[in-house]
């Protein structure tokens, strides 16, 4: 199963095609066959970012793996790097960006490997240097459009502890605020990206 975010719409890809998955007739739903034509897929995000009408929309197909595969080859494809950072309080890292609450980010660098990508976009963007043993986390996926074209951005993500430095936004990527939260705290904001929503949740898990 593969899940991507396109604006407040959830997009999962699966093979699962029982009656369990065709019997849900919840309306905030949207559940459709892939018929292994790429203007499908097209039709399916048209309708993602025209309206809101669908929380979720769940695509099918028998080999999801070459459902994504199609899926993927509509897009740009670019990969990100990112850190739940963690201080001495156990409290998280986050920022106030663009009127929504977010993780430290960005774009890997060509010949740049993921991990110091993660590492040098906390330092880039935080002022906050992190300790070198750190843990991959999972990958998330979302869509969002650029000088009119389509972007896939695939962002993994490391947790990470906090060596040193002070806190310093980086105000030319329009950081407004840095805070430690605690991952309550940050999972009770409204303002925040359900990708992000998924990282913290996922941390979560990992500790118990």
Request: aromatic share 10%; charged share 30%.
């Amino acid at each position: 199963m593969y899940k991507i975010y396109l604006n407040d719409t959830q997009i999962t890809l699966t093979n699962h095609t029982s009656k369990e998955l065709f019997s849900d007739k919840s309306p905030e739903k949207l559940i459709g066959i892939y018929d292994g034509k790429i203007k499908t897929i097209f039709r399916y995000i048209d309708l993602a970012e025209k309206t809101n009408r669908y929380p979720e929309i769940i695509l099918s197909y028998k080999d999801v793996d070459i459902l994504w595969e199609d899926f993927k080859s509509v897009f740009k494809n670019i990969t990100a790097a990112g850190g739940v950072v963690l201080n001495e309080n156990e409290e998280i890292l986050s920022m106030y960006r663009r009127s929504v609450w977010d993780l430290p980010k960005g774009k890997v660098d060509k010949g740049e490997e993921i991990m110091d990508a993660a590492v040098r976009e906390v330092a880039e963007e935080t002022g906050i240097i992190v300790d070198k043993n750190i843990m991959p986390l999972l990958s998330t996926y979302h869509i969002y459009t650029m000088k009119e074209k389509r972007i896939l951005k695939r962002t993994e993500w490391f947790v990470m502890r906090k060596k040193s430095g002070v806190l310093s936004p980086q105000t030319e990527e329009d950081i407004e605020e840095l805070a430690w939260l605690n991952p309550e705290e940050l999972l009770s904001k409204q303002d925040i990206y359900k990708n992000i929503v998924d990282v913290v949740n996922c941390y979560l898990e990992g500790k118990r």
